[in-house]
């Protein structure tokens, strides 16, 4: 019996009380239900959210709501951890998204507002490094892609080719700390999530008529599905992807994502799927009392709440109808 | 040793072993529902009692302990007089033997049991309502360590002494 | 009307040409209205049906990127969309519609960066929805009748414009200038008749007188 597991006795009560306030389905269905923005977020005003709803001046503004909100959330998921790195391994996807934003804007010549809070490394101090190019500060492999983006720039001046070489180091480096931390869960996590970046980008890629080379430039390399082999289906028709991952764990996620796509021409079936997919990995983390896989959980919870309420609140502003915010809606497990 | 047989030596250290690892176990299992506890009492002050409830449990150890601690005590005559100073070495050791049952089980069981309240905190941070089974499961335990104190107890009275 | 000429019989020639010129001007200008109005129709049409069409899938490419806007956040949409793959060149030329010079847009898009794959999509994959990829695509897709509906209504536009210019100096002519002329010309005549008369009269005058004095 391990005796010196227990640290995250604290954090994960804490997450126990928090969990309960995460917005439930019949929430959210009010909030669909909603004739209007307002009427929708006077539903958000009965929640965790009530304070911020209230300062808000104007109902287009809600993304304000959010973006404090997942701060929020990720400052006080690093406080109560007891091994912060963790916590912080899951916020390098802001660094990652605020390297892009920096780069872009250099490359410009605007400067760049688009920063998000919640990265690890302050948004001044990146910038510094990306105007004098130097990022002697970053973790090697960030460094190593940063420095490759500006070579390669420099050459093809593809923005494209800034997104995907920023990508691809997010997620080494993601797979590379959680090896570091010995987590078979985090890890299991971030090549699941490899693998369903993978597919979309697959069928995407295959929709958007580009060939071998581009895609084998877009996918993820090291996922659990090797991306040579998605590579090596590009000029097959898209039933064989079915066919050759039917037998694997995301069966179900192509089956009904990839067929709908070809019936509707929409992905956002399969998007919903994927998400609902990661939701229900994190699932038999969550349940653990004393780990810090409660922590991880009630973060993507957090995301995916966040994701159903800009949903819906894009949706009641542009009063799409309430049949296509509902097919976007993304499962939530309590 | 010092003037007088080795026995009450290895009475006395039954004794200190069933109070001391029971009373160890006890205090890392409270210890353990308390941190538990205090993460969801931070978010959630009214579930105080009911989480003090389940924090309790992994304290009956200690007690078990300290009662089979008490019997020795008495057995050898450190209450109410007359320490049997010479006390033979078997019947020492048999004393001691007795006492270990409830200093093991006390000390695992303790901490076992702690982890399920821990766990049962968590149920009740999402259904209050269901506190009767989060504490069932804590208490299935605690069956152990009622068992074990069962047979220190047997093993104490079975042994003669004069 | 106040007539202030000199109601000579050169006068009344130069008058006589002028009617003459000015008939021949107005039945000019009344063909042309009625060519300007053929075009205006030809044009007015295509136009509804373009920006008819041009609506159409303008809101559909736009109820997809709400889609894609519903599902992605706020900063990561921009930060997809903040550099551009492609530059567009407008050039503008003159088009001769009946000698109204209308736009004639030239474009042509032009790569800013050399993806090798010449992508039109300007961001990666991981963060963004497949349905921003829809939205892009029937957006830059549309470009080029986008262009052309600009260009078609201003041509409409600047029709309008001289149709109105054109009516006008019609109008000018057919019921300004033309009785006008007519009316001088009148008048003349009717001058040089009179001091006909008058001079007629006075030789019978002077005959009376001579015959009485014989």
Redesign the interface.
Known sequence: MPLNDTGYAYAVGRIRALETRLLDKSKLERMIDAPSAEEALKVLAETEYAGAVAELADVHDFEIILRDEISRCFALLLKMSPRPELIGMMALRYDIHNLKVLFKAKYLGVTADLLMPAGTVAGEKLKTMVEEEDFRDLPGAVRAAAERVVEEFAVNRDPQAIDLNLDRVLFARLLESARAARSAFLEGLFLRQIDLANIKTFVRVKRMGQDREFLKKALLPSGLIPAGRLASLLDEPLESLIAQTAMSEYAAVIGEGVRDWLEKGTAAHLEKLADDYITAYLQWGRRSPFGFEPLIAYLWAKEIEIKNIRLIMVGKINKLPVEAIRERLRHVQL | MFGIESGIVLALLGAALAVGLAGIGSAIGVGIVGQSAAGVVTEDPDKFGQTLLLQALPGTQGIYGLLTGFIIMQRVGVIGGGLMLDLGMDKGLAVFMAALPIALVGFLSAIAQGRAAAAGVGVIAKRPEELGKAIIYAVMVETYAVLALLASIMLLFGIPLP | MEIRVNPTRMELNRLKKRLKMAERGHKLLKDKRDELIRQFLILVRKNKELREQMEKELSAAF?KF??A???M????L???L????RRLTLAVKKQNIMSVYAPRFEWGEEE??????G?I???????T???L??SI?TLSGIMPQLLELAEVEKAVQLLADEIEKTRRRVNALEYVMIPKIRETIRYITMKLDENERGALTRLMKIKDVVRAKM
């Not at chain 3, 956040?73 to 990561?76: F, G, L, P, Q, Y």
């Open positions: 109820a709400l889609l806007r519903a599902v956040t706020a900063e990561t921009e930060e997809a903040m550099y551009p793959t800013s960066g050399r993806g090798e794959a992508s999509y300007p961001y990666g994959f991981v963060d929805s497949a349905e990829d829809i695509e």
